[in-house]
């Protein structure tokens, strides 16, 4: 697949920095969101059954609304809808506000919802438009170089609400000075991103007819009339639902599973939080200096697909004091698979290009099924008052057919195209 901008550097850079821009200017929203949102469920005093409800507020929007994005950037490109994700990201963000106000769960749901219709438009154009606009060879380095920029922001967002809240004592009157500036950050950058110079790309054959010849690169999506009939994006979207949910369950289990290991009476278990978050950004590091000049991208997801094998037999034959470190391995294997996926997975779809990206973005759901299923085989394997660590373990066997199933993508499946 080839890019209407050109690949060298010099060119690839305003845009790269803008989009750079985006993706801290978002890493910072979610991480303030992320620090505040079970905050405000404690408040509410939700039940099981409520905080189930706060999941599938934040990941139906990419189930609901992923191919209605697809169609809208087709018809306004990717800045415009970059800028409308925006402002709907605002009008979220905003939203939490009333929520915690009026103590009440129904707009706090809204909010979450509204901003997840936000996410998934702006994930829809993001991730296609760093993919396309430079050579594909090395659409996994620019993937990790905005991981970085994701990664960073994101830990800066205690330190900012830090600056306005006491973070030991957080009350409701005091979080909507936090949300309040965080609106205004996201509408002046889709000012910003409305004006700026970003250019428009299009992947290669997007423009073509549907009668191009089959040699030429983008004509293979041309000649179908459905993206139902191009495997290799199909198995893509289950990769990437994979990927997305051995990213998420690591990150949300890892102080349970500490606690479990090291016993209740711990200090700080919450520490073990960040080392999932450090290994994959070390991966991103690895990305952005090896590929493609030291590794191609499709050899670096076989390669970290295969760690990601080996860390998950680590956490599951280890006694848990040794094998709970073997979740930062689990986060560096992580780390380069979303960006080496997505070229994989968009390659040759021609003028279904948008529309393989708003399938692959409602993949996204992954991060929600994963955590349930991990409960589920908790709760089936569980005998006592509380889980121990072999039930984790029984639980954790779930990284092996996700990363042997990515394995196989990078292997095979990317290449299956259906004539």
């Known amino acids: 697949m080839t890019n209407k901008t050109s690949g060298k550097q010099s060119t690839l850079f305003i845009p790269l920095l803008l989009i750079g821009i985006l993706f801290f200017v978002i890493g910072f929203g979610v991480g303030i969101s992320g620090f505040l949102t079970p905050f405000l469920q404690s408040a509410l005093n939700l039940t099981v059954t409520q905080s189930y409800l706060v999941t599938a507020a934040i990941f139906s929007a990419f189930l609901i609304f992923g191919s209605p994005a697809g169609q809208l ?183 349970g599973y500490a606690n479990t290991v090291f016993g209740e009476g711990m200090t700080n278990p919450e520490s073990y939080a960040k080392w999932v978050p450090i290994g994959m950004f070390i991966g991103y590091i690895f990305g952005v200096l090896a590929i493609p000049k030291l590794i191609s991208q499709t050899k670096a997801l076989r390669l970290f697909a295969i760690i990601g094998i080996l860390a998950s037999l680590g956490v599951l034959l280890l006694p848990g004091e040794i094998g709970i470190y073997f979740l930062v391995a689990i986060g560096f294997a992580n780390s380069i698979m979303w960006g080496a996926i997505w070229p994989l997975a968009i390659a040759d779809l021609g003028k279904f290009t948008k529309t393989g990206s708003s399938l692959l973005v409602m993949a996204i759901v992954g991060g929600a099924i994963f955590p349930l299923l991990f409960g589920a085989i908790i709760d089936l394997f569980q005998t006592g008052i509380a889980p121990i660590v072999s039930d984790y373990k029984a639980a954790y066997t779930i990284f092996l057919p996700a990363y042997i199933f990515i394995l196989y993508f990078a292997i095979a499946g990317y290449k299956i195209r259906k004539k």
């Open 73 to 255: 950037i087709k018809k306004v490109g990717y800045r415009v809808s970059m800028v409308i994700a925006l402002l709907i990201m605002a009008l979220g963000m905003i939203l939490f506000v009333p929520s915690a106000n009026m103590a009440s769960f129904p707009v706090f749901l809204l909010a979450l919802f509204v901003g997840g219709i936000g996410n998934t438009l702006l994930q829809a154009s993001v991730n296609p438009y760093v993919t396309i606009v430079g050579p594909m060879e090395s659409a996994a380095m620019r993937m990790s170089l905005m991981g970085i920029m994701n990664k960073l922001a994101w830990w800066l967002g205690p330190v900012f609400l830090g600056l306005f809240l006491d973070l030991n004592n957080v009350s409701l009157d005091q979080v909507s000075l936090p949300f309040y500036i965080v609106t205004g950050i996201l509408v002046a950058l889709a000012v910003f991103m409305y004006f700026a110079p970003l250019p428009e790309v299009k992947a290669a054959g997007e423009d073509e007819s549907s009668d191009a010849p089959a040699t030429e690169s983008g004509s293979y999506g041309n000649s179908k009339k459905s993206i139902f009939q191009m495997p290799h994006v199909l198995l893509g979207v289950l990769a990437l639902f994979f990927y997305v949910g051995v990213e998420t369950l690591p990150m949300v289990s890892i102080i």
